[in-house]
């Protein structure tokens, strides 16, 4: 390789430890939120229709399969929120809208008898985004992609671990914007690697083979309080 | 949200620019080349048996499906090349081994009546690295994924797109290290936005939708240069 070749790759990995060993990265366009409206307990959704842009506070909830080498594997039920802003549909039309989403928010909680208490965040890393996409029919099912980043902290394991790669939540049986009291949710993956944060270059100390998700019920401004502020550990 | 968060943030867009607008990440681990035996055209694998670390130079071929907004759908066959680095394994029972990959070159050739001539090359921007998983027996199937971040030209509609979420390859049916002559690697995706590299912070302009893959047989010195030196467009 050419001396230019090898000064270009020293120079971007020395940048790259400014940026943070995580990346810094965005899997996609960044959602503007000046102007968009906070939705909470008691917003009404209307199926097979277009919503206008918001921010949602929703009720969220997993289970998360994890291997761990020499530990084995292990099933793990998730309870937490996300905060997702939605921008504005392109159109009203349910076949023909265009739609952007960013996680800008997420707290999950579980506890395993041999990992310990396990808390999840957003990776403030990495800008968690993803599209919804049109149904082919009025009353057929919409499509929604969000590649995500975010933290694992396993305190019990003194371990805090992050995925490289997105977990790509989808749901191809969207009826209604956002997909509230949908338990349809599922990460496309496979034996995706997460890394330490403590020895990020390192590599995998855990991979997450299977993740089911559920959107459910908008939150209160007190219920997001509370999320936001419980910690583990 | 705090000052300092915001600070930070346009820190790190900042530098972001500096490092590249594609992001300058590495999805795992960087395979070390110094001592890796370049493998070339007679190169014998054996089944079921974990093979010393060396870089190999295989024919590929591959499938993708696109979807170009306002244009449709389309198939398009590709025939090119990839040069693997592979680690030295950590053990030679192929129930136990832990096996790191990089793809640190990559050329695809594919023609579409409709897209013109499309070019396929790695991203110099990204590490494309993977793993080799154990079997469960000694005559069972090792499983392959390597995140790979890749760069479609095509002249004729004059565009350059790139992927920043991974290309998931994976096999999970792998029989020979590496898997020679072995059609059976597919992406593991669901529609992967592909962005514009003159405006990458955009909106995707084309998602690949489906791609499927084979490993085939070694490669002459000669034909990986002859491949190495074509173009497109």
């Known amino acids: 390789m050419s001396e230019n070749y090898e000064l270009g790759s ?3 990995e020395f940048l790259r430890g400014l940026v943070g060993e995580h990346g810094g990265v965005a899997w996609g366009p960044r959602v503007k939120l000046a102007g968009l409206k906070e939705n909470f307990e008691g917003t009404k ?11 949602d506070n929703l009720a969220l909830h997993s289970t998360d399969v994890f291997t761990v080498p020499g530990r084995g594997e292990f099933s793990v039920d998730f309870k937490g929120y996300f905060k997702v802003a939605r921008d504005h549909p392109t159109s009203t039309d349910w076949t023909k809208f265009e ?9 999950l909680f579980g506890e395993s008898k041999d990992l310990g208490e396990i808390g999840v965040s957003l990776n403030p890393d990495v800008l968690s985004s993803g599209q919804i996409f049109p149904a082919s029919s009025p009353q057929g099912s919409a499509k929604c992609r969000i590649a995500t980043g975010v933290v694992f902290d396993m305190p019990q394991l003194g371990l805090s671990v992050f995925n490289k790669e997105p977990i790509l939540l989808m749901n191809e049986h969207v009826t209604s914007i956002p997909p509230v009291d949908d338990p349809n949710g599922h990460a496309l993956l496979f034996m995706l690697p997460l890394f330490d944060r403590a020895n990020p270059s390192g590599k995998a100390v855990a991979h997450l083979t299977s993740l089911r998700y559920g959107a459910d019920n908008y939150l209160s401004e007190a219920e997001v309080k509370s999320i936001q502020t419980r910690s583990v550990g």
Do not use: A
Not at 45 to 55: E, M, N
Not at 99 to 107: E, Y
């Open 10 to 12: 020293q120079l971007r």
């Open 45 to 55: 959704v209307k199926p097979y229709t277009v919503t206008p842009g918001g921010i």
């Open 99 to 107: 739609l952007f989403v960013n996680i800008i928010d997420l707290k």
